[in-house]
């Protein structure tokens, strides 16, 4: 993890700006973090030291189960704020969020602004809206899985994994995210390979044919 200095912060925040989201000045404390692929942003059972506010990049959310079971349960993208159930509620138990991409964040510290978050009307309504909108997502999956084929689901998984046109998340995790059986997403896998949707690079695979995956994921949002 990188927390950007000097000029490089200046100039990240120059040309990137969430001071529309807040009545008050949050620049004067607020950091810059860049995370690399697979590099944790927050570690799950560690209560997080700031409010993050994602501007660039994705990343996943887990979270482990007594059984010692861990399953992906949601994606975060730009323009989703992360440690925004620890801000509101003191004994939330925290997911384990892990970046999917090169993701760069805005990072505001809670022990200094957790009063003014708090009592920002501007930044509650916003927040409102966002926690709206992932409970809608949350619904919405439970009903593609029993509404869609996996090809639609696949597409739309793949195309959310995907870092630079690879795709490489452990098929185990897909079968769980996606509630599937190892074989069947391994024959759909195969199948995507066979119309060259994708070529296989190991345990890795190339999107060849980003437009084909983009039209079966659409179908899910035309739902």
Not at 101 to 124: M, N, S, W
Not at 162 to 182: F, M, P, Q, R
Not at 183 to 200: A, G, P, S
Not at 213 to 220: G, P
Request: net charge neutral; charged share 25%.
């Amino acid at each position: 993890m990188e927390v950007y200095k000097g000029e490089k912060k200046r100039l990240y925040l120059e040309k990137n700006s969430i001071a529309p989201l807040f009545s008050f000045q949050v620049e004067d404390f607020m950091e810059v973090h860049e995370y690399q692929r697979d590099e944790w942003i927050i570690r799950e059972g560690m209560r997080p030291d700031f409010l993050f506010y994602v501007m660039e990049g994705k990343a996943k959310i887990y979270v482990s189960h007594q059984n010692g079971k861990v399953s992906l349960i949601n994606f975060i993208n730009a323009n989703d704020f992360i440690g925004e159930m620890e801000l509101l509620n003191d004994v939330y138990y925290t997911k384990g969020i892990q970046a999917l991409t090169k993701t760069i964040c805005f990072a505001l510290p809670v022990h200094r602004y957790c009063t003014q978050l708090l009592d920002d009307a501007k930044f509650l309504r916003e927040l409102t809206k966002f926690l709206s909108v992932k409970a809608t997502f949350m619904a919405a999956k439970y009903s593609q899985s029993l509404a869609f084929p996996l090809e639609n689901r696949l597409a739309d998984f793949i195309l959310q994994t995907a870092d630079e046109g690879i795709y490489k998340e452990k098929h185990v995790t897909v079968c769980d995210y996606l509630g599937v059986s190892y074989r069947h997403l391994l024959h759909v896998l195969t199948k995507f390979c066979e119309n060259n949707y994708l070529q296989k690079e190991g345990r890795s695979y190339r999107i060849k044919q980003s437009h084909v995956l983009y039209e079966l994921a659409e179908a899910l949002k035309n739902k």
